[in-house]
């Protein structure tokens, strides 16, 4: 965005105002369409749970679990979403929504060095940061721990967490 972190940090804090040109310039660093920010909200399925050691749970198939997103991406079906069901020192985290772009094409490059849904060889998934380092894959949780010498099948790129309050915000879209 040709501006620092700390005006960023300033932005998204409400310390700064947003102009239409650094709106564009977020738009555009994040790969969001501007028009698709003044779409309605929508439903999105939550297709799993996230415990406190960053593991993903799957949600039964026949659980009609959804939640309510902003318009985070410019196609309404390929956005998706998990649930933080963490304890212990991620407690407030506790039902935060992870939103993620849910890319079906196993061909898709691996989003490296960027938060993902993760899916490890034998289908276990987690959300993590891949990391590449020579021929060998890594997990990196962000917390600290890293897997090393993982088999990463496929991982799809976090777009948005939302706490709790901020999805109680959302208006319902028109059906």
Same mark, same amino acid.
């Given at each position: 965005m040709s501006t620092s972190p700390a005006q960023i940090h300033r932005l998204e804090k409400g310390?700064?105002?947003?102009?239409? @040109?650094?709106?564009?310039?977020?738009?555009?660093?994040? @790969?969001?369409?501007? +028009?698709?920010? !003044?779409s309605s909200?929508?439903?999105?399925?939550?297709? +799993? /749970?996230?415990?406190s050691e960053f593991e993903v749970h799957p949600l039964t198939p026949h659980n009609d679990n959804r939640t309510l997103a902003p318009p985070l991406t410019p196609g309404k079906d390929t956005l998706a979403a998990l649930r933080w069901a963490a304890s212990r020192r !991620?407690?407030?985290m506790r039902d935060h929504i992870v939103f993620y772009e849910r890319r079906e094409d196993p061909t898709l490059p691996i989003p490296?060095?960027?938060?993902?849904?993760?899916?490890?060889? +034998?289908g276990r998934q987690c959300l993590g940061f891949?990391?590449?380092? @020579?021929?060998k894959a890594h997990i990196d949780f962000g917390n600290g721990?890293?897997? !090393?010498?993982?088999a990463i099948e496929r991982a799809w790129p976090v777009i948005a967490v939302m706490p709790p309050f901020a999805i109680e915000q959302?208006?319902?879209? /028109?059906e």
């Open positions: 310390l700064r105002r947003l102009t239409v @040109d650094t709106l564009i310039s977020y738009c555009d660093a994040l @790969d969001i369409n501007l +028009g698709s920010l !003044f909200n929508l439903w999105v399925p939550v297709s +799993g /749970e996230i415990d !991620f407690q407030p490296w060095n960027k938060r993902c849904l993760i899916e490890r060889a +034998g891949p990391i590449r380092t @020579d021929d721990p890293v897997e !090393f010498d993982v959302l208006q319902m879209p /028109e």
